[in-house]
């Protein structure tokens, strides 16, 4: 079984300078294409120009072409989004260790739990956006509850009222939840 080459490619039995004909047209920005310009630039007739577009499928090879090259486009895209979403992600891990290290540093009394919340949550919105997760959403009860005993026992290891805490929580909880 013979292996088709890709429809850019020199096709079986397509002369060499029938294919660079066609690699010049194909290169030709999309929107300027044309034969004439073509033959015009390569110096040969408009007639072998035609012959050759026609019998070896020029155009559609060349749509082929631009398609390959916009996806090419797209995955470099994707890629390039999902560097900078792991790259923004991380940050905003770091920033939240930086503000858990700086809070266990401070006296309670200089920092309190308004401040602890509202870093907190700048950061963790910077890493939902990065990871594409929605910013507001919907808790469930055990949810609620498995993150409140986590506050409870952050807001005691750095000297803060655990019932402030679940209550500013409570609070940021209801602004950013959704029904």
């Known amino acids: 079984m013979e292996l088709r080459p890709d429809p850019w490619e020199r096709q ?3 002369a060499a300078k029938a294919y660079a ?4 047209y194909r290169d030709m920005p999309a929107a300027q294409r044309s ?3 073509l033959a015009r630039q390569l110096a040969k007739s408009r007639q072998l120009v035609s012959r050759w577009s026609a019998r070896w499928r020029w155009v559609e090879r060349a749509e082929a072409w631009d398609a390959e090259l916009d996806r090419q ?3 470099k895209q994707v890629e390039a ?5 792991e790259r923004q992600a991380g940050i905003a891990l770091m920033y939240q260790q930086k503000i858990l290290e700086r809070l266990r540093e401070v006296d309670a009394g200089q920092l309190g739990i308004r401040d602890l919340a509202t870093w907190l949550d700048v950061a963790t919105k910077v890493e939902r956006e990065a990871r594409g997760v929605p910013q507001r959403l919907h808790l469930t009860g055990y ?3 498995e993150i409140g005993q986590r506050v409870r026992e952050l807001a005691t290891e750095l000297g803060l009222n655990p019932d402030e805490a679940c209550a500013e929580l409570e609070q940021m909880i209801s602004a950013n939840s959704v029904d």
């Open 12 to 14: 079986p039995r397509e």
């Open 21 to 24: 004909a066609f690699c010049a």
């Open 35 to 37: 034969r004439w310009e």
């Open 73 to 75: 486009k797209r995955l």
């Open 81 to 85: 989004i999902q560097e900078m979403a």
């Open 143 to 145: 949810l609620r509850t």
